[in-house]
Nanobody, 124 residues
Framework: QVQLVESGGGLVQAGGSLTLSCVTS????????MGWFRQAPGKEREFVAA????????RYAQSVKGRFTISRDVFKNAAHLAMNNLEPEDTGVYYC?????????????????WGQGTQVTVSS
């Protein structure tokens, strides 16, 4: 059974930085990409960033471009999300997920595998 485990969340002041990590027990069969999503209280889950396993192609939500950087470690089956210049609006539970299709990487429905999430809180 594939497991995704996130770590690295916490409380940080606005303008600060955090790096989230996601480690998979094994790369899901047919996995094409890893993605990060977040959900703020009272809001729907939204796409943050994605990266493909093979070429490392990147996708970012407009709200995080220039501040967040997604990366992957193909040998450790891990993905990371470096978050800089954090804003209170970035507060939420961050989830990593594994996609098995090469399309719709900004759509959560593309991801059959999900972690439990890690809380990120940015104070003003």
């Amino acid at each position: 059974q594939v497991q995704l485990v996130e770590s690295g969340g916490g409380l940080v002041q606005a303008g600060g930085s955090l790096t989230l990590s996601c480690v998979t027990s094994s790369r899901p069969f047919g996995s094409f990409a890893m993605g990060w999503f977040r959900q703020a209280p009272g809001k729907e889950r939204e796409f943050v960033a994605a990266i493909t396993w093979d070429r490392g192609a990147l996708r970012y939500a407009q709200s995080v471009k220039g501040r967040f950087t997604i990366s992957r470690d193909v040998f450790k089956n891990a993905a990371h999300l470096a978050m800089n210049n954090l804003e209170p609006e970035d507060t939420g539970v961050y989830y990593c997920a594994a996609a098995t299709a090469p399309v719709g990487l900004e759509d959560g429905a593309t991801y059959p595998y999900w972690g439990q999430g890690t809380q990120v809180t940015v104070s003003s």
